[in-house]
């Protein structure tokens, strides 16, 4: 079975601009979970989609947003980008309950100039 | 409030050598779930382990044994025999039943093999 699988891999981008980054869960999974991976505070849960829906939100301004598509592919979106936008996304998917074991992809890194 | 400490950052040793990393969790909940995660250069958060706060019996698998003990919250990972290819950083994480999916991490631990 193919694992998640995340693009681009990687993002140059310039602050003000805005970036979509894209995730293809694991056939069969239908919840897909974003984390951001930086130096300094390390994994930090975006934003969870289940179903269409987002089931769940973590402590992150409204710049970043997500959706999930009826085939349970999920992109999330950074609009104005920052310095401190810098970081690698990870694209996390699991079957459906908010306990299952949760499988990443490889990310994409953004960096923002 | 969910917790994960991993107080060791980084550890070296020798190829051949036992290793130890420590997880120290905190939460509230009485169902939860630990797992660790290997995280190699390439990037990608690798699954290792997953295991239910009911469940307290240590597990191995091939070089690799986890020992959960809840009166102490930890949940301890030990490699046996070392090898280069077993170097990258290491993820502890929580989570719990409330229907939220997300993991809290710790802060990873860094394990270099010296060959």
């Known amino acids: 079975k193919a694992g998640v699988t995340q693009t681009p891999r990687y993002l140059i981008k310039t602050r003000g601009q805005q970036v979509t980054l894209s995730c293809s869960p694991i056939s069969g999974h239908r919840s897909v979970s974003w984390y951001q991976q930086t130096p300094g505070q390390g994994l930090q849960f975006l934003f969870e989609y289940f179903s269409e829906t987002q089931r769940n939100k973590g402590n992150f301004p409204g710049r970043f947003s997500g959706r999930q598509f009826s085939n349970s592919r999920s992109e999330m979106n950074v609009s104005t980008l920052e310095l401190g936008d810098s970081a690698l996304y990870l694209c996390?998917?699991?079957?459906?309950?908010?306990?299952?074991?949760?499988?990443f992809g490889p990310g994409t890194r953004l960096t923002v100039l | 409030a969910q917790k994960v400490t991993q107080a060791q950052t980084e550890i070296s040793v020798v190829e051949k050598e036992d290793v130890t990393l420590d997880c120290v969790y905190e939460t509230r909940d009485t169902t939860y779930y630990l797992f660790w995660y290997k995280q190699p250069p390439s990037g990608e958060l690798v699954f290792l382990i997953r295991r239910n706060s009911f469940d307290e019996q240590n597990e191995i698998s091939g070089r690799y044994s986890w020992n959960f003990q809840k009166s102490t919250s930890s949940f301890n990972f030990t490699i046996t025999a070392s090898q280069v290819v077993d170097s990258a950083v290491y993820f502890c994480?929580?989570?719990?039943?409330?229907?939220?999916?997300?993991?809290?991490f710790g802060t990873g631990t860094r394990l270099t093999v010296i060959p």
């Open positions: 994480a929580l989570s719990n039943q409330t229907g939220a999916n997300n993991l809290f």
């Open positions: 996390a998917s699991s079957l459906h309950r908010a306990t299952d074991t949760q499988y």
